[in-house]
């Protein structure tokens, strides 16, 4: 079973201080870890440099309140959380927005912004683990406009998100066709965030999820095919009835296994899916 490891940066550097190491390599090196990669805003991982765009001021570099700013345009700060601290949204750019002239009109990232000269000495670095390369998930509308207002409009107001996430899948199939191409095999697998279960269900009906996610994943899941890398798709909590739909659109891996969310036994699971999966 490959093991993967991620964490904020205040547990990655306490660790460093328990094991006695330099870097976020060592580190693996002494612990049962077989892959290396991001999530969120951690300095940890492959990803190109920003270079063009609007002037922002990106994690891990902050203003001087210990805020930063995203691609995607809203901010963030550390807050507190449960036996460390959690990267928190302070702002909500499109709050207000709810036409497709308002999402036509946002600054929305584009591949231009950065230079990706720079990833095949990033994954050279690593070493013998697989690379993952994090390239974000569709459920970052929920960052421009609110996280109830996603869940209510895209039964309220469908086009609006429709018009948000063509945007952001627009963004990832081109941005990701170019790091992949830079990175020249060096990157093992995608991986795209976006959570669908709560501990005791799915977050959201299969209904919704065929019609609003699963058509943006499948363009983004084939641009990793093309350049044959792997795809992760990362879901917390009880996502099993999930698991045909990511696996008919081309996902190679499901992380994590929550084990302790309801239908998400791990014998179930190998039964059901291990030989797709």
Sequence with gaps: ????????????????????????????????????????????????????????????????????????????????????????????????????????????????????????????????????????????????????????????NPAFIEACFEYLTRFYVEFLDQVLKEANRGIDMICVQDDFGTQNGPLISMDLYRQFYKPYHKRIFEVAHQHHVKVMMHSCGAVFDFIPEFIAIGADILDPLQTNAFGMDPARLKKEFGSSL
Excluded at 16 to 31: A, G
Excluded at 65 to 73: C, K, L
Excluded at 96 to 115: I, Q
Aim: proline fraction near 7%.
């Design 1 to 156: 079973i490959p093991f993967g490891f991620k964490g904020t940066d205040d547990v990655l550097v306490n660790l460093q201080k328990h094991f006695r190491v330099k870097s976020l390599v060592e580190l693996l090196d002494v612990l049962p870890v077989d892959m290396y990669g991001c999530f969120n805003n951690c300095r940890y991982g492959v990803y190109p440099e920003y270079v063009g765009g609007p002037p922002k001021v990106l994690y891990p570099e902050s203003y001087p309140e210990q805020t930063w700013d995203t691609i995607y345009g809203y901010k963030r700060h550390w807050g507190a959380g449960g036996g460390g601290r959690t990267d928190e949204v302070l702002t909500f750019p499109l709050a207000g927005a709810s036409t497709v002239t308002e999402a036509d009109k946002y600054e929305w990232p584009r591949p231009d912004w950065f230079d990706y000269r720079s990833l095949p000495a990033q994954c050279e670095s690593i070493g013998d683990y697989a690379r993952i390369f994090h390239l974000g998930g569709l459920g970052y509308v929920a960052n421009l406009i609110g996280f109830e207002r996603l869940l209510t409009d895209m039964l309220l």
